[in-house]
């Protein structure tokens, strides 16, 4: 099992920058394929990112592709996510979630264990 915590959402002008991060604890780190997802009120949790478990391989929504990087730090037990030129419409609640098994799958039913979240809002 493992556990996620999310950080370093907040509030920005669109354009602006932000660095997520999500840590892991529990068992081992690189074990797990990443994800990123998202949630803007009223709609469903969307695929955002994901990287495989060593970073050599990752995937990205087609809207997103070009703005947000997907990183890990498997010595660090991290994985981020860098969200460049932020639009209105990347508002939402960013959770970070993990999967015991391959490297590939974009349906949130396909992640085991997820973090509560952080919120990111942007103004225009």
């Known amino acids: 099992q493992v556990q996620l915590v999310e950080s370093g959402g907040g509030l920005v002008q669109a354009g602006d920058s932000l660095r997520l991060s999500c840590v892991a604890s529990?068992?081992?780190?690189?074990?797990?394929?990443m994800g990123w997802f998202r949630q803007a009120p009223g709609k469903e949790r969307e695929f955002v990112a994901t990287?495989?478990?060593?970073?050599?391989?990752?995937d990205y929504a087609d809207s997103l592709k070009g703005r947000f990087t997907i990183s890990r730090d498997n010595a660090k037990n991290t994985v981020y996510l860098q969200m460049n030129s932020l639009k209105p419409e990347d508002t939402g609640v960013y959770h970070c979630?993990?999967?015991?098994?391959?490297?590939?799958?974009?349906?949130?039913?396909?992640?085991?264990?997820w973090g509560q979240g952080t919120q990111v809002t942007v103004s225009s």
């Open positions: 979630a993990a999967r015991a098994g391959d490297y590939g799958t974009r349906s949130p039913s396909g992640y085991d264990y």
């Open positions: 529990g068992r081992t780190f690189s074990y797990y394929t």
């Open positions: 990287i495989s478990r060593g970073g050599g391989m990752s």
